[in-house]
């Protein structure tokens, strides 16, 4: 009876809060946007957390209409006009929303940044959205040309309904975990999105009680996907849970985890779960064996702070995430680190320049790394990858990858973008035949530049880059031109 008037309590302190819109959100994977907010999240202007992809348009509006334009910047005050102007029209509610998507690439982009492109050869999309105060609606359907892949999909789909200040969903959008912009170690848009139930926090209002208001805004995401029937331990099942919150304006900190688990042939049931939640899993541990073993886990922690005295246009990040677990903690090590600046050019364009370094290697830190660990487990093989590529960072395990990019909008939303990249895949080698991108170790150095604008019918993404691959295993050396045409209706 106690255990039960506990799980009541927990149950009225989650939902017990002021009523909340169901949707839309700014789903993740259009970089200029996501500068946007996050120049104005610096700044000030927006007082919630906003590392966590997608998050809802309400909040963000709110602080937009609350905000004073006096003493801002003028890249902030151009900020402001146009997430207003991108949310006003996503969030406008009673009438069907119909948009189109299509793109062309000769190569699609092997290693996926957090901009979205064309993931086949062409890529042709439609949605039509939905939404009141309780419900939101968002069908995508879409075609893509890609080798060893569903052609039709719903990826983009959503289906959500308020609960307080909390929304449940059916969804295929896309997600984006941590302050990274080139990759993130723990849920990017690497992968495609796999079909989920999400519990999503809408608002980020800080707790009210002083025993946790020190937290500052907060937000948490649970998630329980199902991930594809061809891969080695078929339909295994996906669970997700970010909490980030944001104790002064300078620092944001999140904590997650995830983990593969169930599937056919494995143990589903909710010990096992309930073995999983509580880090109770992995062999060794008292009753747990190869046979019911329940699953495969990460997690870690990411920051990204500001410092007052650079004037909060200069920020550092990092993310940390373990492989395995010791002593009830993360352990086996990948590791991330970052940092930007954002100015104002030629007083037109706002810009931010970024550089982060990505290992993916266990114990990235020593001199004696563990190849062949991250994103992998002798249980669920395929890893920690849905139909082909790493959920993870885009680069796969046991690489080490420096990346510099640059994003420039200008008030009219023309946009330039560009992101250099120098690494070496898989170094463990062996050869590797899960990792995602190459069995035996490359080196790679690569450019690309993208160019996007709004033109009368529509508006406009191109792109072009051009890679150098080694591959040492062979000694040979190969290269690369891609390119890419995007375009979607107008907002």
Known sequence: MNELRGLCASLLFLFAAPPAPAGPQVESGDMALRHDIQRLADAGVIRGTVSTWPMAWAPILEDLDAASLAGLPQDVVDALYRVRSRGQFETGQGDVQVTAEAGLANDPASIRSYQDTPRGTADVRASAAWHSDAVNIDIAVSYVDAEGDDDVRIDGSHLGVALGNWEFAASTRQRWWGPSWDGSLILSNNARPFP?????????????????????????????????????????????????FRPVDS?????????????????????????LFLGHDNRGDEGIDASNEPGNQLAGVDFRWTPGFLGRRTAFYGQFVGEDEAG??????????????????????????????????????????????????????????????????????????????????AADETQWRALLRYGKLNRGGAPDEWNSLTPTPQEIVSLDVAHGRRLPFGIIDVGIGYALVDDIASATDTSDARFYVQWRSEY
């Open 196 to 244: 989920s139930l999400v519990l999503d926090r809408t608002r980020t209002d800080a707790f009210e009680t002083k025993w946790l208001s020190w937290l500052g805004p907060w937000d948490l995401v649970v998630m329980f996907g199902l991930l594809e029937e061809e891969r080695y331990v078929p339909n295994a099942q996906f669970f997700g849970m970010r909490f980030n």
């Open 251 to 275: 620092l944001e900190l999140g904590l997650f985890r995830s983990a593969e688990w169930c599937g056919d042939g494995r143990p589903c049931g909710l010990d096992t779960f309930v073995d």
């Open 328 to 409: 009830g903690f993360p352990s086996r090590w990948l590791g991330q680190f970052g940092a930007e600046w954002t100015g104002y050019l030629f007083d037109r364009w706002s810009t931010r320049l970024y550089g982060e370094v990505s290992a993916t290697s266990c114990q990235f830190y020593e001199s004696s790394e563990i190849f062949n660990c991250a994103y992998n487990h002798s249980i669920y093989q395929s890893g920690y990858r849905y139909r082909g590529r790493s959920i993870g960072h885009g680069a796969d395990n046991d690489t080490r990858l420096l990346s510099a990019g640059v994003v420039a909008v």
